[in-house]
């Protein structure tokens, strides 16, 4: 994110619960089936009580911060977030209630760039970047342009004019979308509607000119660049704001949830939800996913303090605090024991955390202003007086 100039947006947890509805759209999944949402009580009889939601997702949240604090302000906006989302949904492998999101938006007024096909291909470049150097091998990137409102429409009309005859056959749910928002059918997960679905027109036969140049635009760059990617015009997402350029990044190992991120451009995002036009692009990994297709050799980093204090008898905890302070405010990492330990205890404290040194502060070590540190690996006792103690641990662990 650093390297792209990203940076950190911390939004709340839980919003008010017509955000998400006006954002991510009544008809979605998402907001029909899967928020936890509950009715917030007044602090007062005067006080109306508000609905609430859990966020089930992170993009509408940074479009309302982008409106309430006027972010337009500083023109090209690019912002990350790290953090849990929750949807109500059958949990199984790589399907959670509470997951986590590694996601990022980049929005700003249309002449500060936020428009340009140039903000995709940065942010599929960045993805594809990200997995390559995570060793995550085999990952597909999904493409396809959903259009602009003007497109969608065309398209909606045609849907239902070929959903009119076949709905009947269908599931509830596309019998229901078909009347009330066509596109969502393209949702539906149960196998014997698959064939109806395969048989219906497709987005990227109602795209106009300017959709169509964006989105070959796209594509020109990412070929430029070395980006491999497959055009696939049945994905539509599962959120309503997408227009134009949306995408996944599917991986073969993760099973039946095979994407590990998704995301696209919302141009009309930020004025449905009363701000002004703020086109934007964003994606979120599934943190969770992401971890699971890592190859299984991946190093746990495993963290071990650089120096373990021993503090050895009676009124030795305050001398062991200050060494710490010092040897911390040198930026070495510092474990400390008790004054009740035994000095055999401490040793096997330090061996079980892995620290590096033991440090033994007792009575005279403290009276002469030296002390013993002793390499854990190779059992050698070396004594440093005070002042030298940071200097002398760095230089032994080559900082
Ligand atoms: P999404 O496709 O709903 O998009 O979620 C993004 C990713 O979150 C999915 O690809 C998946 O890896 C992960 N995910 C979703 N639900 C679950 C779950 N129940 N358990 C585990 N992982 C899950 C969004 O959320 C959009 N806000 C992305 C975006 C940002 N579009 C534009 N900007």
Wanted: hydrophobic share 40%; charged share 25%.
């Amino acid at each position: 994110m650093r390297a792209y100039n990203f940076q950190e947006i911390r939004t709340p947890i839980f919003e008010s619960t017509e955000l998400f509805a006006r954002g991510v759209g009544e008809e979605t999944d998402i907001v029909s089936k899967e928020m936890y949402t509950w009715e917030d009580r007044g602090r007062a009889e005067s006080d109306k009580g508000q609905s609430l939601t859990l966020r089930p997702e992170n993009t509408a949240g940074v479009v309302r911060a982008y409106i309430e604090h006027k972010l337009w302000d500083r023109g090209l906006n690019k912002l990350y977030y790290i953090g849990p989302q929750f949807r109500r949904e059958r949990p199984q492998k790589g399907r959670y209630r509470q997951f986590y999101q590694i996601g990022a938006e980049a929005i700003g007024p249309s002449t500060a760039g936020s428009e340009s096909p140039a903000r995709d291909a940065e942010i599929l470049e960045m993805l594809a970047t990200l997995l390559d150097r995570l060793g995550i091998k085999n990952w597909t990137l999904q493409l396809n342009s959903v259009g602009c409102p003007a497109d969608r429409a065309r398209f909606n009309e045609a849907l239902k004019a070929a959903l009119a005859p076949v709905a009947a056959q269908m599931c509830v749910d596309c019998q229901r979308r078909a009347v009330t928002n066509p596109l969502r059918v393209f949702d539906c997960k149960v196998p014997e509607d698959q064939p109806n679905i395969e048989k219906l027109p497709r987005i990227s036969q109602f795209l106009d000119e300017g959709c169509r140049k964006h989105f070959e635009e796209v594509q020109s760059i990412l070929t430029s660049v070395g980006v491999a990617f497959t055009l696939n015009d049945r994905l539509v997402r599962g959120l309503d704001y997408y227009t134009r350029t949306a995408f996944e990044f599917t991986h073969g190992a993760l099973g039946a949830q095979n994407a590990i991120l998704g995301g696209g451009r919302y141009d009309g995002l930020s004025e449905a939800l009363g701000g002004p036009a703020a086109p934007g692009i964003g994606f979120a990994i599934g943190e969770d996913r992401l971890v699971m297709s890592l190859a299984e050799s991946a190093p746990v980093p495993v963290l071990r303090p650089d120096v373990y204090i021993a503090p050895l008898g009676g009124g030795m905890n305050r001398e062991a605090a200050r060494l710490a302070r010092e040897l911390r405010a040198e930026n070495l990492v510092v474990e400390l024991g008790d004054e009740t330990f035994r000095l055999k205890k401490s040793f096997d404290a330090a061996g079980k955390l892995g620290a590096q040194y033991v440090l033994i502060a007792g009575e005279n070590e403290v009276k002469s202003d030296i002390f013993t540190l002793k390499n854990q690996q190779t059992g050698e006792q070396t004594s440093v007086e005070r002042a030298n103690l940071a200097a002398w641990l760095k230089k032994a662990l080559n900082r």
